[in-house]
Each structure stands twice: as C-alpha cells, then as structure tokens.
C-alpha cells in the first residue's frame, strides 16, 4: 500500500469528481439525499485503504464536487438552498466519520492478529520444550527467534554465562526496561539503539546466562505486554535448560 499511496489519494480525490459528473446527468430524476449516499461510498471505499489522508480527500471531494453538479447554481462552487449546505455539510462529516471508523477498524483487527502471533509464539515455544528429545540449541534458538518476532528487533541470541552488569540495559519481569539502574520510558523512547539489551534466563538462583538483543537500525516502541512476553519465552528457555542439566 505504501508502494501506491499516491495513486491511492489521486484516486480518492478524482473518483468522486467522476461520481458527480455521471451523476449530474441524472439529476432531475435522484434525490440530493441519494447522491451524497452513493459518494458516501466511495469514501468508505477510500477509508477501507488504511490511509486517513485518502479517506479524508475523499471526504473534502466529495463535498466540493457535489456541491459543484448537484446544487444550484450548477458548475459553481456555491449553493444557495440551505437544504443543500446541510446535506453537503452532512456528506463531509459523515466521509470524515467513516474514515475514523474505518481506521479504528483495523487497528483492532491488527491489534488481535498481533496477540494472535504472541499466542501462537509461546504456544510453539512449549511444544518444542514438550518433545523428548529436543535439545536446547533448537529451543533456544526458536526462542531467539520469537523474541525477535515480538519486539520487531534486529537480532537476538543466547549467552551462557552471568547476568548483565548494573551499567546494561536490561528487560525485567514486569515489562519494565532500565538502564545503569534507572527506567527507561521505552513508550516515548523506544528500546535503546546504542546498547545491546539484556534478558537473563534464570531458573531461582541458577543463572543459565542471557538473551542479548540488538535494536540498533531502528527505533522500536514495543508495548509493556510485547516485553513482559519477551522475557516470559526467556523463561521457558530456562526452564528447559534446567531439565537438561
């Protein structure tokens, strides 16, 4: 979608012109009421995109252009009958309505195919613990990989060997980041770029080592929920590496 955007608004913004045109052709015989009904749908069309700008151009097109060939006096922008600035005001809120709902719409929907993946991470994680015989390179690498995939980061792999010393950033139980001992605000921040991040694999007091993250090409704000589950596949790394001590 990205790759199309601009054809995407340039769309958004000539269809209602063409709705309109074919519209003025029929006029005499539909209602002002159905001709903001029809463009109505194409911003809904427009917002169905995920793009708020074309949804919103589409909105403002389709108000302009009306009023332009439906409303009198005609092929000017500029309407005379209050019935006609009430629907025309009408048709731009209501295009603008849409397009927030549309928008709210599939921020839900990805949204629940993101706890989907989560689900499905920690799921595949235990089963691969499950088996008889899986060794723990295999687990901890399908771990690294999970905590890759949760945290939109550039890499992560597994240290065997003590914890993180004070001055590291390190990721806690509780979804919380910190850095030389203080919180870092990973929502306004992100995860730092500049230093390798930390997840130690204990099981009580045995430390079987660390998960070392890298976020460095980017800037990532991942939730508290997407951390407090990256350190709980940490977890189930430990876990498996005490029943193969």
Request: charged share 15%; with cysteine.
């Amino acid at each position: 979608m990205e790759r199309h955007r601009s054809a995407v608004i340039a769309a958004a913004a000539i269809s209602p012109l063409l709705c309109c045109a074919v519209l003025a052709a029929f006029r005499e015989n539909i209602t002002a009421a159905t001709a903001a009904l029809v463009l109505v749908l194409i911003v809904v069309a427009a917002a169905a995109t995920g793009d708020r700008f074309a949804g919103i151009v589409a909105a403002l097109s389709a108000g302009a252009w009306f009023d332009v060939f439906l409303t009198q006096p005609y092929l000017r922008l500029t309407i005379n009958d209050p019935n006609d600035i009430e629907v025309t005001v009408l048709l731009v809120l209501v295009g603008v309505s849409v397009t927030e709902i549309a928008l709210w719409g599939r921020r839900q929907q990805a949204r629940a195919s993101r706890r989907t993946g989560y689900l499905e991470g920690v799921l595949g994680t235990s089963s691969i613990i499950a088996l008889p015989h899986a060794s723990p390179e295999v687990m901890i690498g399908h771990v690294a990989h999970q905590i890759v995939q949760v945290l939109d980061i550039d890499e992560c792999r597994f240290v065997r060997g003590p914890g993180p010393a004070m001055q590291d950033v390190s990721i806690h139980h509780d979804g919380y980041v910190t850095r030389r001992g203080y919180r870092v605000n990973v929502e306004r921040d992100g995860l730092p770029t500049d230093d390798l991040i930390h997840i130690v694999v204990r099981q009580g007091d045995l430390v079987h080592g660390q998960f070392v993250l890298t976020a460095a090409t980017r800037t990532v704000y991942p939730s508290v929920v997407q951390l407090r589950l990256a350190v709980l596949l940490a977890d189930q790394a430990g876990a498996a590496l005490t029943h193969a001590v």
